[in-house]
């Protein structure tokens, strides 16, 4: 097969420089059989593993600063999403025996008498010196800051004078969200001081640094405890480290507003997107009761207290819409059953997509928040309602067996339909096992 062209290979040189860095790792791991084939895919391999690297080398240096060019729903501060990327292009033009020293560091070996560290380090240094005198180099950078009429270079440039400084408290943080021991506390509280002596705000600033690496931010709140000791809550609520709190205290809203609009109808997943807001709000409120002591009129303690009351109301009015959506779903009819009369299915016409779709969304989010009610202030409701329905469905699918069994079944196909909803809605309320065991039953009967 013809190899690819120059014209081909830049094409897709600059296809993978703008894919997503998941993308480019997944398709490096599905050519890697094509190393020995040869011929084109071969090729394409062999770029994909060269994006890959440079990836690797940038992010090693520019590490630090590198989740501050990403968007954020808490609302702290971030830059253009290309920032990075243009400050790395600029440094390989101006840096380029520098840069090649990064890459053989970090690609190949390390230099014992040169650390990587001290290297990458140099880097930013370098582009903070290349960014504050001009050099044309660094032209598309203060573009790319400058793209929305606000001038963010010299902010920037206060976050790349703190790289060495970040560099040593990324590389702690997995210490710092374990257990607190008064070492790793003291370790955290001396990285803040040592930010402070560079500016007042840079101790700020290194937190925000820190916040842009948490996959949970509001765990930001345990790192903020420790860096500042036995401060109040009112006195960190009026510092300038406040503005972490009110990141938090506004996700918090925010989960519960979008839970609050959640819309049933629109099924399960959106049931589980939901939970999924709510469990998180709660978490965020779990970290706030444990990082510090609150206050119940307190500037934060009264909005986390609000927060935890609204959160197990919203909870409860919707696990208290799931009895109805079921009866709307899978309708029962009243039969003679002894001396007396039960519900009993109704099958007498087919199953309403509508309403089984917005009892699957009501059961979603049942499913989905299995793990936070208990903690959250409605795992007594959430039981009440599971057990009611568990008995509820147990009887309605033996029914519905009952009705497989009859030597002549009418609507046979209409029964392995409500059947098929049941063992859904049986698997949202006890687990996916005995979902899979009314499924079995069905097809035995």
Request: with cysteine; charged share 30%.
């Amino acid at each position: 097969m013809p190899s690819l062209t120059d014209r081909q290979s830049l094409v897709i040189e600059t296809l993978f420089a703008g894919a997503p860095d998941a993308a480019v790792r997944r398709l490096e791991q599905a050519l890697a059989e094509e190393i020995e084939q040869g011929g084109p895919l071969a090729e394409v391999h062999a770029l994909i593993a060269k994006e890959s690297a440079e990836r690797r080398v940038r992010c090693a240096v520019l590490g630090p600063i590198m989740p501050l060019c990403r968007p954020s729903d808490l609302g702290d501060r971030r830059f253009p999403g290309p920032t990075a990327t243009r400050l790395w292009t600029a440094l390989r033009v101006s840096q380029p025996k520098l840069v090649e020293d990064a890459e053989t560091t970090c690609l190949v070996i390390e230099d014992p008498n040169r650390p990587s560290e001290d290297i990458y380090n140099e880097l930013c240094a370098l582009a903070a010196e290349g960014l504050r005198d001009g050099d044309a180099a660094y032209e598309p950078v203060r573009a790319c800051l400058n793209q929305d009429g606000d001038d963010l270079v010299g902010l920037f440039l206060d976050y790349l004078d703190l790289v060495p400084l970040a560099r040593q408290a990324v590389m702690r943080l997995p210490e710092w969200l374990g257990r607190m021991s008064d070492e790793r506390a003291a370790m955290a509280r001396l990285a803040y001081r040592d930010a402070t002596e560079l500016s007042d705000d840079a101790g700020p600033r290194l937190v925000e640094l820190l916040l842009a690496h948490l996959t949970e931010p509001w765990k930001i709140l345990r790192i903020l405890a420790a860096m500042v000791p036995r401060a109040n809550e009112r006195y960190l609520a009026e510092s300038e480290l406040g503005r972490f709190g009110d990141y938090v205290i506004a996700d918090i809203e925010r989960r519960l507003a979008t839970f609050r609009a959640f819309d049933p109808n629109d099924g399960r997943a959106a049931g589980l997107a939901a939970a999924q807001h709510l469990h998180a709000a709660a978490q965020e409120v779990v970290e706030f009761e444990t990082a510090m002591e609150l206050s119940r009129d307190g500037p934060w303690g009264l909005r986390v207290t609000r927060a935890k009351q609204t959160l197990a109301e919203l909870a409860e009015a919707r696990l208290g819409q799931i009895e109805k959506a079921i009866d709307q779903a899978l309708p029962l009819q009243l039969v003679r059953f002894g001396k007396g009369v039960r519900g009993a299915p109704k099958l007498t016409a087919g199953l309403d997509p509508r309403l089984v779709l917005k009892a699957e969304g009501l059961l979603g989010f049942f499913d989905g928040s299995r793990s936070s009610a208990s903690s959250s202030g409605f795992g007594s409701t959430r039981a009440k309602v599971g057990e009611a329905m568990g008995a509820r469905m147990e009887q309605y699918i033996e029914d519905l067996l009952e009705l497989m069994r009859a030597e002549e079944p009418e609507d046979l196909d209409r029964i392995h339909a409500y059947l098929d909803v049941a063992a859904d809605f049986m698997g949202d309320l006890r687990g996916e096992k005995a979902a899979q065991i009314v499924r079995r039953r069905a097809a035995a009967a």
